[in-house]
C-alpha cells in the first residue's frame, strides 16, 4: 500500500498514523524477528531523518566551501529529482539500442555522485581528482540542450539548464574539453569583420565540407563507417581520436551549400550602416514595418534561408530592417558554457539595437521576425518591448501565415516536417501551421536529427547514436507517404539552420531531400530562379543604407 518502486515508505511515513502502522509493524516483528528483511524500513523513526542521499545535507550545512561555490549551486538544481524517469523517452540522447546510460534521471544520479565526490575530496584536503572533471566533461557532453526533459518531469528539472551549468563549472575550473573544430565553429559563429568571415567561410566551407564528403565516400568504400552507422557503439567516457574520425566521417556533410553570405550578394556588410529593404511599388503608408534578425546560420552559412525570408517579405510589400553588420544573437556561446561571452554578446546586441530604434524612430516597427529557433530562444531574453515599444517576437513562418500566403495544388512532392528542438513557431502548432503554409496535410518527423548546434564536431559519437534513432523516424515517414505506390519526391522541411544541416545529411541513407519551409515556398511563389531574381531587384534600388 505505502511501498513504491523507489522505496520503502520514507516519504509516506510521517503522513501514517500509528494506529494505521502498527498491524503492519506487529506482523514484521512476528515473522521476521531480527529484522532482516528491509531492516529498519517502516519502523520508528524510518523516515527521511535517516535515508541516505548523495550529500545534500552536507552541502547545505557543513561545507561551507561547497555552499558557496558553482557546484553548490548545480547541486541545488537536481536535488529534487525523483527518480521516476519519465524523461526517459523524450531524451534525445537515450537511445536504447545504442546507449542506455545517459538519461536525464541516470545523468542526475552521476552528477550526485560526481558532486559528493568534490565534496568528500574538499573536505578530506585530498586534493581534487582530475578523473571527476573528465567524467563532468561526459556527463555534459551527452546533452543537446533541447530542453524537451523538463516537460513530463513532476519537479520541473531542466537537464538542458543543468548540462550548461555544467559546462559553465568546467569553463571556469579550466577543465572544460573543447574539440577543435568547436573551437573553429564558434570562432566563426562571434567574427564580426567581414574580411574574417569570408576568409572563414572559405576555409571551412569551400575546403572542409567537400573534404569531408571526400573521406565520407573513403571510409564508406573501406568498409569502415557502415557498422557505426547501423549498430552505433555505446559510450562510456570519450572515445579515442580514431574512434571519433570514423563518427565525424559516418554521414556526409551537405554539398550545394550557398557561395556568399546574404550580405555579401547585396552588398549589406558595412556594420556603420542599416540596411533597409523593401518593394517601392509595393509599399505604402500602411506597409508593415518589421525588424528582421537572421542570425548566423541563416546568414553566414545557409543564405539561402535569410534571402528567402527577405524575398517573402519583399513580395508581401512589408519593410525590412536588418541589423548593421553580422551579429550572432549570443546563444551558441551560452550554451557552449562560456556565458560570460554570451551575456556580453547579449548586452552589446541590446545596446546597438536601441541605437537603430533611435535612428528609425520614423518607423514604426512592431514586429521582431526571426528565421532560426535558438535565435527565437535568445532574443526572448533582449526586452525587445523596451526597444521597439509595442512590438513581438514572431517566426517568419507565423507572419506569413497571418498574411495569408500558402501554397496551392503542390503535386509530385510530398512533405514531413521536423520541428526543431528550439523551435521557432510559439503562437501556433507547427505541425498544423506547416501543413497550412504548404496547402496540404504534413506529417511530423519526430526526434532530433543529431546536429544540435556543434555536437556533430564535439562529440560525433554522440551524434551517431542521436541520428540512429533519426534515421528510423524518417524511413518510418517516408515509407508511409510511398505507402500507396507514390513515387514521387519526398522533402523534409524544417525551420532550423542547425537542423537542415543535420537533416541533409540523411538524405543518401533514407532517400529524401531536406529543404527549409520558407524556401520551398520562396521556390514555388516566385518561381526556380526566385534568389536571382530577388537580388537583382533589391540591389536595384530596394536597398536604403540609413547610416547609424
Not at 210 to 229: E, M, N, W
Not at 311 to 333: D, H, I, N
Not at 394 to 409: A, Q, S, T
Request: with cysteine; charged share 25%; proline share 5%.
Amino acid at each position: 500500500m505505502i511501498s513504491g518502486e523507489h522505496g520503502i515508505g520514507i516519504t509516506k511515513l510521517e503522513f501514517l498514523r500509528e494506529d494505521e502502522i502498527r498491524p503492519f509493524r506487529e506482523y514484521k516483528r512476528k515473522i521476521d524477528p531480527e529484522g532482516r528483511f528491509n531492516k529498519g524500513k517502516l519502523l520508528a523513526n524510518a523516515d527521511l531523518r535517516n535515508a541516505y542521499t548523495p550529500s545534500f545535507a552536507l552541502l547545505g550545512v557543513e561545507s561551507l566551501i561547497m555552499e558557496q561555490s558553482e557546484i553548490g549551486r548545480l547541486s541545488n538544481q537536481i536535488k529534487d529529482c525523483l527518480r521516476c524517469g519519465k524523461c526517459k523517452p523524450v531524451c534525445s540522447t537515450h537511445v536504447p539500442a545504442a546507449n542506455l546510460l545517459y538519461s536525464p534521471r541516470n545523468k542526475i544520479l552521476g552528477t550526485g555522485l560526481l558532486i559528493e565526490a568534490f565534496l568528500y575530496e574538499e573536505q578530506t584536503r585530498r586534493g581534487v581528482s582530475l578523473q571527476h572533471f573528465d567524467e563532468f566533461n561526459d556527463v555534459a557532453d551527452h546533452c543537446t540542450i533541447c530542453h524537451r526533459c523538463v516537460k513530463p518531469c513532476p519537479v520541473d528539472i531542466d537537464f538542458g539548464d543543468v548540462s550548461i551549468a555544467m559546462r559553465n563549472f568546467l569553463r571556469t575550473q579550466g577543465k572544460k574539453k573543447t574539440a577543435p573544430g568547436t573551437r573553429l565553429a564558434m570562432a566563426f559563429l562571434t567574427a564580426t569583420d567581414p574580411a574574417t568571415i569570408k576568409l572563414m567561410r572559405a576555409g571551412m566551407v569551400d575546403l572542409a565540407y567537400p573534404l569531408q564528403r571526400l573521406g565520407h565516400r573513403l571510409a564508406k568504400s573501406f568498409g569502415l563507417i557502415q557498422d557505426t552507422v547501423k549498430h552505433p557503439p555505446a559510450t562510456l567516457g570519450r572515445p579515442d581520436v580514431k574512434t571519433q574520425v570514423i563518427h565525424f566521417l559516418n554521414k556526409p556533410l551537405p554539398a550545394g551549400v550557398p557561395s556568399k553570405t546574404s550580405r555579401a550578394l547585396l552588398d549589406i556588410e558595412d556594420d556603420a550602416l542599416i540596411p533597409v529593404i523593401r518593394d517601392p511599388n509595393k509599399v505604402t503608408e500602411d506597409s508593415d514595418a518589421v525588424f528582421y534578425f537572421p542570425g548566423c546560420g541563416s546568414e553566414r552559412l545557409f543564405s539561402q534561408v535569410g534571402l528567402a525570408t527577405q524575398a517573402m517579405l519583399f513580395e508581401v510589400g512589408a519593410v525590412t530592417v536588418l541589423p548593421p553588420g553580422y551579429l550572432c544573437c549570443g546563444y551558441p556561446q551560452t550554451s557552449g558554457g562560456d556565458e560570460a561571452t554570451g551575456q556580453a554578446i547579449t548586452t552589446q546586441n541590446r545596446v546597438l539595437f536601441h541605437r537603430v530604434a533611435n535612428t528609425l524612430n520614423y518607423l514604426d516597427i512592431k514586429t521582431v521576425l526571426v528565421s532560426c529557433g535558438t535565435c527565437m530562444d535568445q532574443l526572448q531574453k533582449y526586452q525587445f518591448e523596451q526597444i521597439f515599444p509595442g512590438c513581438r517576437l514572431l517566426d517568419i513562418h507565423e507572419y506569413l501565415r497571418e498574411k495569408g500566403v500558402h501554397l496551392e495544388g503542390i503535386t509530385g512532392t510530398r512533405y514531413m516536417y521536423h520541428d526543431p528542438c528550439h523551435t521557432p513557431i510559439k503562437h501556433y502548432n507547427p505541425v498544423k501551421l506547416v501543413s497550412e503554409l504548404m496547402g496540404g496535410k504534413v506529417d511530423l518527423s519526430d526526434r532530433c536529427c543529431g546536429e544540435s548546434g556543434t555536437l556533430a564536431v564535439t562529440r560525433p559519437d554522440v551524434s551517431t547514436q542521436v541520428r540512429f534513432r533519426k534515421q528510423q523516424e524518417i524511413e518510418a515517414g517516408a515509407a508511409k507517404l510511398r505507402a500507396d505506390g507514390f513515387s514521387g519526391e519526398v522533402k523534409l522541411l524544417t525551420s532550423c539552420p542547425s537542423c537542415l544541416q543535420g537533416l541533409s545529411r540523411f538524405e543518401p541513407d533514407a532517400a529524401i531531400k531536406a529543404d527549409y519551409v520558407v524556401v520551398e515556398m520562396a521556390k514555388h511563389l516566385l518561381g526556380k530562379d526566385w534568389l536571382k531574381n530577388y537580388v537583382q531587384a533589391a540591389n536595384a534600388g530596394g536597398i536604403e543604407r540609413v547610416l547609424l
